[in-house]
Nanobody
Framework: QVQLVESGGGLVQAGGSLRLSCAAS????????VGWFRQAPGKEREFVAD????????EYTDSVKGRFTISRDNAKNTLYLQMNSLKPEDTAVYYC?????????????????WGQGTQVTVSS
């Protein structure tokens, strides 16, 4: 099972930007899809975005469309999430994940490898 390590979180003011990275080790993102989820205090983990590792098709939850961009570098086996125009409600721990169950790609049970998470805090 591939191991995932996120980085790039931090504290930023509203309107600012951050780029999250997710590096795979002990394996590769071979086929399937990879995604970003987030979990705010007291809330369930929610889908943010996903990308097909081979084809590059992307999907986003409505609240981040036009502000966030998911991308991947196949050669570096790394996933990214560029976050612009950040809002206080984007504050959460962000997780990357890899999965094969396409029908469940918007849900946590569609993924079988998870990173440890990286904190993103947006101040108003």
């Amino acid at each position: 099972q591939v191991q995932l390590v996120e980085s790039g979180g931090g504290l930023v003011q509203a309107g600012g930007s951050l780029r999250l990275s997710c590096a795979a080790s002990g394996g590769t993102f071979s086929g399937g899809f990879v995604g970003w989820f987030r979990q705010a205090p007291g809330k369930e983990r929610e889908f943010v975005a996903d990308i097909s590792w081979r084809g590059g098709a992307t999907e986003y939850t409505d609240s981040v469309k036009g502000r966030f961009t998911i991308s991947r570098d196949n050669a570096k086996n790394t996933l990214y999430l560029q976050m612009n125009s950040l809002k206080p409600e984007d504050t959460a721990v962000y997780y990357c994940a890899a999965g094969q169950w396409y029908a469940r790609r918007w849900y946590t049970d569609g993924y079988d490898s998870w990173g440890q998470g990286t904190q993103v805090t947006v101040s108003s």
